[in-house]
């Protein structure tokens, strides 16, 4: 059966009328919180809802659940419920690391392309400063602005010690760039660095993805790059 946000036109309307596309009605909620999006991480969870607000569950060995209430001793405690992160609002999309040796890091994209991350910052995947790369083993609950990123419009894409976001048609990333030149600047120098930009990428990117030891970028013309 055709979903009833169709209505098929009768047989005598106009060619206009019959070649028209079913109307989107968007997305409905029927129930309190209304959840848009999800991202699942090596130890941690969180969920998007369709207020802008986010939810996270699992551990927070590094404050991965931006509660600002980080386990103090990394291991033990861990949150079985979904926690509303009290200082996010207007968020338009999440992002958890995928490797749980990292402990865990988080971050968002705010509906006026902001980039927050908190979490684990044991390779400078928190983007902590504009000028060099800064780590530390410390836990970090409270969601901080990722800086030397002017305009986050994609993303995020946390990685395992580093992350990324698209920027205009540009991918930068920050953080560890070893092993293997994740960063994508042409270099393998293990050294953190900050936000920049991904180099010898023509088309404008739509998807960047960082994983363990390499990365993906899906360009605008359908090619995918790895490095």
Not at 46 to 66: S, Y
Request: charged share 10%; aromatic share 6%.
């Amino acid at each position: 059966d055709l979903p009833d946000i169709f209505v098929p036109p009768p047989d005598d309307a106009s060619d206009d009328a019959a070649d028209a596309a079913p109307v989107d009605a968007g997305t409905l909620c029927s129930s309190t919180p209304c959840i848009v999006g999800l991202a699942v991480g090596g130890r941690h969870a969180c969920a998007l809802a369709k207020d802008g607000t986010v939810r996270c569950w699992g551990g927070n060995q590094q404050g991965q659940l931006g509660n600002g209430v980080p386990d103090a001793a990394f291991v033990g405690t861990n949150q079985p419920t979904p926690v509303t992160i009290a200082s996010l609002s207007n968020i338009a999309a999440i992002g958890a690391s995928p490797y749980y040796n990292t402990f865990g890091s988080t971050c968002a994209r705010t509906g006026s392309n902001t980039e927050l991350c908190w979490g684990s910052n044991g390779g400078g995947q928190l983007g902590l400063n504009a000028d060099a790369g800064v780590t530390d083993n410390l836990p970090h609950p409270i969601p901080g602005a990722v800086q030397g990123l002017p305009s986050a419009t994609g993303g995020p894409a946390p990685g395992n010690f580093n992350s990324c976001a698209i920027s205009g048609s540009d991918l930068i990333c920050w953080g560890q760039n070893a092993p293997g030149g994740v960063l994508g600047r042409g270099s393998v120098n293990p050294a953190t660095g900050a936000a920049g930009k991904a180099t010898a990428i023509e088309a404008g990117v739509l998807q960047g993805s960082p994983g363990y030891d390499y990365s993906l970028a899906l360009l605008a013309d359908g090619t995918v790059l790895s490095w």
